[in-house]
């Protein structure tokens, strides 16, 4: 029989479907089981466990440990985490504060603790008042747990018991991963076997750690918060909700989580507001080099049947207006890479977008404590502060006078590396200090300018996080779950190539082989699980790292295909004259089959993951309210009709599935 697996995490989507209308009760009950009723004001005795219902059951919380347990409808009993790891010292008396929370203290620890329902999710709230660090939740501890859901890229779905996770090549036992800079949504989930997960939202993912251990060869998580107030993070939540189990689950609750917030952007919204985004619908995307750069590579593109496409470029000579006028002629959108985060001595500058004017560089360097300058990229130059140039942008317009000069060939999008992902600083300079916290709101800031100019400037940045969604219309990078494996191995230039020829570099055109553990946890299907679409389809449009165009693998380009349509994203390029002929034909006839796809679907949520196999092998998702459902084989042998390594795609009204079998893409019939 199929394992169905579907997720009603939507049903948390005020704007998507259902929500469960629960009567909140509160009750606090000592150890010894006596229950109390509690009134504003009144001090139970020490030692007890507040009690608060949530979607699917009932959530028990011990106020002297912050462990966790919940009671589910169908009775089952389940820990959600163990006592926290730090010491807290004994726990003050509880104090009901309004109809469904409550509050506490940890007076040794100098924490106060408020516990309260949210869209029914438990929520619990620490505040320091002083520099301190806590280790909780613990997690996949209940005896149940059979999976981990990690939001690496993509998303990861790793069984607990699984050798190759746990002490194997793709061990995560042993390592730390910074939840505000190492993951793509701060998130972590549990299946918990019998139909029935956990999703771990942490908003406050700044000053957050995730740390995985494997005792008795089973992998468990344990977070760990450090509340600094130089670093602005004395404030720390985690809500917990109860999930069917699915893979997904955890993404589509904190799918909800931004929506009951208004922080969940709309890409039908975007178009709205400028009309060029609809281009990137079906719409594969890729950086240019050497001949592709002038208009003739791009009508041979279009004479080839690609209707859709993004053009990025890099580096000097940018193109000229007639490239650029004929990519728009075609219906493409095309743009620059650039950054805001990087400065250099212009004397020496190796990078004409490390230039910047007057003094620049090196005032505007990020400083550590000590006032050293944080080294820049491949360890060039400096970071440059986001609050440098927010301080100074109103005399000098540094940015706003590089947007200008970027697009004066008439481009029509834009694409702003790092400001996006998580490689956010603090910075101690005297002239402009700066949280992470702060950096991160002053990078919006300074991309929504972008999109919002006169120019109608359509803004893609590099592995987008979560916070960014609103203002982002693409993002190159955060479909690629990277395995630490793979920076070790770009660095070797012989097996991954250079940056010559300069009009083709092999550092993107040379194929490149991954290791057989390297692939294996960044691309086995049977581990892969789409959470950041979950979260985010319909919102922005995902792709995976720029350095891994389609071509740039050849061992994982049936599988990467498969992903793609599977998951509804587009593939990710690099092209020149030479690749253009070599590979145009196939990709003429991907993208022909995705676009229909992606302009039916692209603005539609992932409603629906299932595994139609127990080993994995065939996947389906669905967008929309039936929009678009799609079914991959990543097997060998055929499944009900639909041969391995092929995938199906039905549009709503489709009479036959529609079908493509990307390993015979562009051959001659």
């Not at 620049?360 to 130059?381: E, L, M, N, S, W």
Request: charged residues 25%.
């Amino acid at each position: 029989m199929p394992t169905k697996i579907t997720s009603p995490g939507h049903a948390r989507t005020r704007s998507e479907t259902r929500f469960l209308a629960l009567s909140v009760a509160l009750a606090v009950t000592a150890a010894g089981a006596t229950t109390y009723a509690v009134t504003a004001g009144a001090e139970p005795p020490r030692g007890t466990r507040v009690e608060l219902a949530v979607d699917g059951g009932t959530a028990v919380v011990d106020t002297a440990s912050l462990a966790v347990r919940a009671r589910t409808r169908d009775g089952r009993d389940l820990a959600l985490s163990d006592a926290s790891a730090t010491d807290l010292g004994a726990p003050g008396p509880v104090t009901r504060t309004g109809r469904d929370r409550a509050r506490w203290s940890f007076p040794e620890r100098g924490i106060d603790v408020t516990a309260r329902t949210d869209h029914g999710r438990l929520s619990l709230s620490l505040r320091a008042h002083r520099d301190t660090s806590v280790g909780w939740p613990v997690t996949g501890t209940d005896a149940t747990t059979s999976a981990l859901q990690l939001p690496r890229g993509e998303g990861l779905d790793v069984p607990v018991r699984d050798p190759f996770w746990t002490t194997g090549e793709g061990a995560l036992a042993g390592s730390t991963v910074d939840m505000g800079a190492e993951l793509t949504l701060p998130l972590w989930g549990h299946s918990l076997g019998g139909r029935t997960g956990v999703s771990y939202l942490t908003p406050t993912d700044l000053g957050t750690t995730l740390a995985f251990t494997a005792p008795g060869g089973r992998l468990r998580t344990t977070a760990e918060h450090a509340f600094d107030a130089g670093e602005g993070t004395r404030d720390y939540t985690v809500t917990f909700a109860l999930t069917d189990g699915n893979p997904v689950a955890p993404a589509a609750d904190y799918r909800s989580y931004l929506a009951e917030r208004g922080e969940l952007g709309s890409l039908k919204k975007k178009i709205a507001k400028n009309p060029d985004t609809a281009k990137l619908l079906g719409a594969f995307h890729a950086y240019v080099w050497g001949d592709a750069r002038r208009a003739p590579a791009v009508e041979r593109l279009r004479a080839l049947g690609v209707d859709r496409m993004w053009l990025g470029y890099d580096g000097k000579p940018y193109p000229g207006k007639e490239m650029v006028a004929a990519a728009r002629r075609a219906g493409y959108l095309v743009g620059p890479y650039d950054s805001f985060a990087n400065g250099q001595d212009p004397k020496s500058a190796d990078a004409p977008n490390a230039v910047w004017p007057g003094t620049v560089y090196p005032d505007f360097c990020v400083r550590d404590a000590k006032g050293r300058p944080a080294t820049g990229f491949g360890g060039r130059g400096c970071y440059l502060s986001a609050r440098a140039f927010e301080q100074a942008e109103p005399r000098h317009h540094y940015l706003a006078e590089r947007t200008r000069s970027m697009v004066a060939n008439g481009a029509d999008s834009y694409f702003l590396d790092v400001d996006a992902t998580g490689e956010l600083f603090r910075d101690h300079a005297r002239s402009h200090p700066m949280t992470k916290a702060e950096d991160r709101a002053l990078r919006l800031a300074r991309m929504r300018r972008i999109a919002a100019t006169g120019q109608g400037l359509v803004l893609g940045s590099e592995t987008a996080q979560a916070w960014a969604n609103k203002v982002l219309a693409f993002d190159h990078g955060a479909g690629t779950p990277a395995a630490d494996g793979l920076w070790k191995l770009e660095k070797d230039r012989e097996k991954w190539g250079g940056y010559y020829p300069e009009n083709a570099p092999g550092v993107f055109f040379e194929p490149a082989e991954l290791p057989a553990g390297l692939a294996k946890a960044m691309y086995d299907p049977r581990y892969r699980a789409p959470l950041y679409e979950t979260a985010l389809h319909g919102s922005l449009v995902n792709t995976e790292r720029w350095e891994l165009s389609y071509e740039k693998l050849p061992r994982q380009k049936t599988t990467r295909a498969l992903l793609a349509m599977l998951y509804n994203t587009p593939l990710n390029y690099v092209l020149d004259g030479p690749s253009i002929e070599r590979h145009g034909a196939e990709l003429a006839a991907l993208q022909k089959y995705f676009s229909p796809l992606h302009r039916a679907a692209g603005t539609e949520p992932l409603t629906s993951f299932r595994f139609l196999k127990r080993d994995r092998t065939v996947q389906r998702t669905v967008f929309g309210n039936g929009t678009l459902t799609v079914t991959a084989n990543f097997g060998t042998t055929a499944y009900e009709g639909l041969p391995g390594g092929c995938v199906d795609a039905r549009l709503k009204g489709d009479d036959a599935p529609r079908r493509l079998c990307p390993a015979k893409a562009g051959a001659a019939d």
